[in-house]
């Protein structure tokens, strides 16, 4: 199981890296982090609620999201928690 967490760690921070791109701001390592962070906790808690991981356009979208939240500051949980909640009211 934690080679699956890692793999899927790796994947959440290219996908920030990726919502990054679009971004205007640069972001450094430490942000990056706590985003896949953020991110990987969003995914399972999209899981959770709707019973399927996120397709790739909301995967997009949460990354997004939590990047302009993460500057807000807050753990990488509470971000993912607005930011499922945002991206699920559009």
Request: aromatic share 4%; no cysteine; proline share 4%.
């Amino acid at each position: 199981m934690s080679d699956e967490w890692s793999i899927l760690g790796y994947v959440a921070t290219e996908e920030v890296k990726m919502a990054a791109k679009d971004e205007d701001d640069s972001f450094g390592p430490t942000t990056i982090r706590r985003a896949a962070e953020a991110l990987d906790a969003a995914e399972r808690q999209h899981t959770d609620k709707h019973g399927v991981p996120p397709n790739e356009v909301k995967r997009q979208s949460l990354a997004k999201r939590i990047l302009s939240l993460i500057r807000l500051g807050g753990s990488p949980q509470k971000v993912a928690e607005q930011a499922i909640k945002d991206v699920d009211d559009r």
